[in-house]
């Protein structure tokens, strides 16, 4: 039988609680969802922007919840007869039971941060730890003041490889995280001029991204993208955080992992590559050159932190872009089928530059066409237009035969696309929904990308629904 995630005693202690009531002896995980939440999870109250969990401790506790950590101050508002820890405040309980967590575990813990590629990175970790013992990583985009410590506090006392993503929108939010998370290896994957609307500049964002090396572990080894403008900055900001170790990757040579050599397939690419001074050769099971670099900072860590190299390179095969990040459907049409490449989570300038590459790089057969149909990128400040307009380049460098474009500030680009790119605009992305349907034919790829808010979700399902793929998980 394997042991509970908390005994009751070790999480009323770590949490600095009192027990109220009949509560389980034994915790089994930890949640802040009562929807969620599975029979044995210990129910954590986070008040949050728009939801406070104590109106939802009546629900967990009827969902099987062997406790709730909820506030003093709530109590007189709670179910008389429920189980509960008491504590003056939830969230810092959740921290203080993420730094116990991290306090009594033996694992080796990597923690992964950078503008774009965490999570694509995060889980290519996941897959290539599981290789070499018991791994526990964030859950989805898990990586802010709650993510992390709810990640932490979940963590098993037995695991073998801890995998954290951290994520920020402003100064001084990563710091108070890599603190708890204390990481004996740390990615920073790329800096990227992304959340512009809260930094004065991108050296602004490479410094914020830097406080990741205030909580790596004494002899912690740092792990940089060479191929990066920020790569020098970064480099200094470590050694004057006093880290010893750096590790770099990229596609020149001189980076200790580097590429030798990249083909594409479809779906995927197969990659010789150096990692740390060994030769190896793997495939990866998604599409793009982001992928392969990404690739060469997950096998460098799983280097670092002693795991079996070989293997990691093997299970890269099994790796997939999840939904709204690089999915591709095949959708039947009348007299064939046409690919659909659903980007549509979020958007910035570098995500949506790797994702015009992967649309260029994909194969069409005529007459077919390379469709880009591309929304707003949010939170860019005053730069937005510019750096809309400035996507005309990798438009025609990556071949795209037609844009679609959705936003005000893609206006900018519409201005500046060549004419005979340019398929249709509209204010909103709702709006292009109709004159999409009608001019897919078979052949085409139809990348579809933009920033959550713009809603560019909506139009990947019309298209699904007017051409039901015959399975949903197929990739390219
Ligand atoms: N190294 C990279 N360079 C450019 N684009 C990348 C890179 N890695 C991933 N991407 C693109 O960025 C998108 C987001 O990737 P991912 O979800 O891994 O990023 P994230 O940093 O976790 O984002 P979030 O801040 O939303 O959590 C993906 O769709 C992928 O196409
Ligand atoms: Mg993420």
Redesign the pocket.
């Known amino acids: 039988m394997s042991l509970p995630l908390w005994t009751l005693d070790a999480f009323t202690e770590a949490a600095g609680g009192e027990v109220r009531g009949d509560a389980g002896a034994e915790i089994s995980g930890i949640s802040i969802d009562s929807r969620s939440l599975e029979p044995g999870d210990a129910f954590v109250a986070i008040t949050g922007d728009r939801l406070d969990g104590h109106d939802y401790v009546a629900a967990a506790l009827e969902a099987g919840a062997s406790v709730a950590l909820v506030s003093e101050s709530r109590m007189s508002d709670l179910p008389e007869d429920g189980r509960y820890v008491v504590v003056d405040d939830p969230l810092e309980a959740m921290r203080q039971l993420g730094v116990a967590a991290r306090a009594r575990t033996d694992a080796r813990i990597v923690a992964v941060t950078?503008?774009?590629?965490?999570?694509?990175?995060k889980e290519a970790l996941r897959l290539t730890l599981e290789q070499s013992g018991k791994v526990h990583a964030s859950v989805a985009?898990f990586?802010n003041h709650w993510g992390v410590p709810l990640t932490l506090a979940r963590m098993p006392a037995d695991t073998d490889f801890g995998v954290f993503?951290i994520?920020m929108n402003h100064a001084d939010e990563i710091r108070p995280l890599v603190k708890m998370v204390r990481p004996h290896v740390a990615i920073i994957?790329?800096v990227q001029p992304v959340h512009l609307e809260f930094f004065e500049s991108v050296e602004k964002i490479a410094q914020a991204k830097a406080e990741i090396f205030e909580g790596l572990e004494p002899d912690g080894i740092a792990i940089l993208n060479k191929d990066n403008r920020q790569f020098d900055l970064l480099k200094f900001l470590a050694s004057t955080s006093g880290v010893s170790q750096i590790h770099t990757f990229g596609e020149d040579g001189s980076a200790d992992s580097h590429i030798e050599n990249v083909a594409g397939f479809p779906g995927g690419s197969s990659v010789d590559a150096r990692v740390l001074g060994q030769e190896i050769t793997y495939k990866i099971g998604a599409t793009?050159r982001?992928h392969v670099?990404?690739s060469l900072a997950v096998l460098t860590a799983v280097s670092d932190l002693g795991a079996d190299l070989a293997k990691a390179g093997l299970a890269l095969d099994a790796m997939r872009s999840p939904k709204g990040?690089?999915e591709v459907s095949r959708l039947p049409v009348t007299g064939g089928e046409v690919a659909l490449i659903d980007?549509s989570?979020?958007a910035n300038p570098?995500?949506m530059?790797?994702?015009l590459a992967v649309l260029g790089e994909s194969q069409v057969t005529p007459p077919g066409r390379r469709i880009a149909v591309i929304g707003d990128m949010r939170e860019l400040g005053a730069n937005a237009d510019r750096l809309h307009g400035e996507l005309s380049k990798p438009i025609t460098e990556n071949g795209i035969d037609a844009v679609y474009c959705a936003g005000p500030h893609m206006h900018s680009l519409w201005q500046q696309l060549p004419q005979e790119l340019r398929a249709h605009y509209c204010e909103e992305a709702k709006d292009l929904e109709e004159v999409l349907l009608g001019d897919v034919r078979p052949g085409d790829v139809v990348m579809i990308k933009g920033s959550l808010g713009t809603r560019m979700g909506p139009l990947v399902e019309a298209l699904k629904n007017e051409f039901p793929p015959a399975d949903d998980s197929a990739a390219a």
Request: without cysteine; positive net charge.
């Open positions: 950078g503008s774009v590629g965490k999570t694509g990175t985009s990586n993503e994520g994957t790329t793009g982001h670099k990404n990040r690089g980007e989570y979020n570098a995500s530059r790797a994702a």
